[in-house]
């Protein structure tokens, strides 16, 4: 069933219970009130009766009778003090006028009741020394009558009242939902291919206006992860497809031209190097699309870490990998108190490939200075460097994956991948990454974790 149904038949219902409870309301006031009316004129009527009868000595001519009876199928009838019947228009046998009612008319007054289709009324009377009740009954026949056609008229009116209500909540929910449609054609039209289009947001303000706003932000999103992934597997083909080629080479030349045993191990050496290579750039690839940005923050397994581990352990392993390189380490006074929760492994590989990038970037000899400060909740890297430096527009690719400046990309080995990581585990930490450089003077990076920071 269709929403544009479901709101013509909730509509319809709640107007249709609306008309029927009021038509209901209008058909039983009217009801008692002319119940009220009718039980008036015989009240009139008893009293007429008892008047007539006191002037009469307590007796009724024929005609008196014909004269009193004005009203459909009435009778009349008078009980003395002792409950006995003194008085009956015509025999009513079906009547029965018992003590109760009696006794009910003496002590509080006038009793109604029906009896069939008739009306009735008891009034006790005291005229002089007389005491007696007076009943009268009789047949409201135009007041029937007059309901039948109030009802009869209600129910044609509620008849064609649902029929019409029925028609304009078909044509209001359809109204309604003409935004939605028009929401749901243009989300039709959207393809991998089509991502630069955008909902239109009507006036701007209503919820499908809001809806359609944070949809197309959705797409937005969408269409930044489509462009990030194309690049992402164009720019990994080609950085695969480079080693893999010069693997191949190098083998080829090998079977044919290489007879001698040295000239052999030189070639599988070279070999070594590039599968080296291959599987260090496979091994990056593989984390950054784990770490990619639709990989929440807690998912990963968070512990309390003391900051200095991660750091000294990121020391010891790039002193192994360039053990010329010196690396001066400076830590806070209170080490204990550097301490988050945090991803311990990709803390330290995020501090390995900043470390790693130090050395390789700086001449033979030249410090490196690793430091680490206490910052609210957390603490701050910073890794610094006297080395080559870079130029402003290199700075606004470098966590680019993939981006290595052409002034290193043929002398200085690397994949690009590296700062990429780095930024993305700093950001599932809370915090991030920055870079300061100056051509000729050399890098500084500052990774933060728990806090707002930057370079001022």
């Known amino acids: 069933m269709t929403i544009r149904t479901r709101l013509t038949l909730f509509f319809a219902g709640l107007m249709l219970a609306l008309v029927v409870a009021l038509s209901c309301g209008v058909y039983f ?3 008692s009130s002319q119940r009220g009316i009718f039980q008036g004129l015989l009240l009139r009527k008893a009293e007429a009766t008892a008047k007539v009868y006191v002037r009469k000595h307590d007796r009724l001519e024929p005609t008196d009778a014909i004269l009193l009876l004005t009203q459909q199928n009435q009778y009349e009838a008078i009980y003395n003090e002792a409950d006995q019947l003194t008085y009956a228009s015509r025999a009513n046998p079906g009547l029965v006028i018992t003590s109760r009612v009696l006794r009910q008319a003496r002590t509080a007054g006038p009793v109604a009741f029906t009896h069939g289709l008739a009306l009735g009324v008891a009034l006790y009377t005291r005229e002089g020394n007389e005491r007696f009740v007076v009943v009268v009954t009789a047949e409201d026949k135009f007041g029937r009558e007059g309901l039948q056609r109030l009802r009869n008229s209600l ?10 209500v029925v028609a304009l909540a078909n044509l209001f929910a359809g109204r309604a939902l003409s935004p939605v449609q028009q929401l749901s054609r243009e989300i039709q039209a959207l393809s991998s ?17 809001r809806l359609a706003a944070q949809f197309n932000a959705l797409v937005a999103r969408l269409a930044d992860t489509v462009a990030q992934n194309r690049t992402f597997v164009w720019q990994a083909s080609h950085e695969l497809r480079t080693p893999l080629a010069n693997l191949l080479g190098m083998l080829d030349i090998s079977q044919t031209y290489d007879q001698r045993p040295q000239d052999l191990r030189a070639t599988l050496t070279s070999a070594t190097e590039e599968v080296r290579r291959l599987i260090s750039l496979t091994n990056d690839l593989l984390l950054l699309a784990e770490l990619s940005q639709e990989k929440p923050a807690h998912d990963l397994p968070m512990t309390p870490v003391l900051l200095t581990e991660p750091l000294l352990d990121a020391v010891q392993a790039v002193q192994r990998r360039y053990p010329a390189a010196t690396i001066e380490l400076h830590l806070p006074g ?24 130090a050395c390789k970037y700086s001449p033979a000899g030249s410090p490196i200075r690793a430091s680490l400060a206490q910052s609210p909740g957390g603490g701050t890297f910073t890794v610094h460097d006297t080395g080559i430096g870079m130029a402003p527009d290199t700075l606004l690719h470098i966590f680019e994956p993939f981006y290595r400046a052409e002034a290193v990309r043929a002398r200085i080995g690397g994949n690009g991948v590296g700062l990429s990581l780095v930024q993305r585990i700093a950001e599932l930490h809370g915090g991030g990454v920055a870079a300061q450089s100056v051509v000729g003077e050399g890098t500084t990076f500052r990774l933060w974790l728990w806090e707002t920071g930057g370079f001022g």
């Open 29 to 31: 006031f009217e009801r």
């Open 155 to 164: 129910i044609i009116t509620n008849v064609l009242g649902l029929t019409l």
């Open 193 to 209: 291919r089509t991502l630069n289009q955008r909902l239109s947001t009507g006036n701007g303000h209503d919820e499908l206006a």
């Open 334 to 357: 209170a080490v204990e108190d550097c301490q988050a929760r945090a991803h311990a492994e990709l803390l330290t590989l995020a501090l390995i490939n900043l470390l790693d990038n």
